[in-house]
């Protein structure tokens, strides 16, 4: 395990390499043109599986971050009352007439 190399897991093809080679180490046993064969369709559909999750988890960023924004915008539009101040000054007609 320590002589093994590091894989870069943000790159396909690098993923794909250090897969292949498991797949080839596991597979070993088994008729080679049944192995390959087995291992070209495991390819394929972890090249789907890893497709969606990544759809998936793009599609979960995108409802969260609006969520976010939604709630920020919410929170940042919140009214703050202040009480009314009462302008002192002359007293306008209609306040002299109720006096």
């Known amino acids: 395990m320590a ?3 590091k894989i870069d897991f943000g790159n396909p093809e690098s993923c794909s390499a ?3 080679s498991k797949f080839d180490d596991l597979l070993s046993g ?3 043109l049944y192995g390959r064969e087995l291992m070209n369709e495991l390819f394929h559909r972890l090249e789907q599986t890893v497709a969606q999750f990544h759809k998936d988890v793009k599609t979960l ?3 969260i971050q609006s969520e976010e924004s939604r709630s920020s ?3 940042g ?3 703050v009352s202040k009480p009314i101040e009462k302008v ?3 007293p ?3 306040e002299k007439t109720i006096d």
Request: charge should be negative; avoid cysteine; proline fraction near 0%.
């Open 73 to 75: 915008l919410r929170s």
């Open 30 to 32: 088994i008729n080679n």
């Open 3 to 5: 002589n093994e190399l």
């Open 77 to 79: 539009i919140s009214v």
């Open 88 to 90: 002192v000054g002359e």
């Open 92 to 94: 306008t007609e209609i």
């Open 18 to 20: 250090y897969l292949e």
């Open 61 to 63: 960023i995108a409802e």
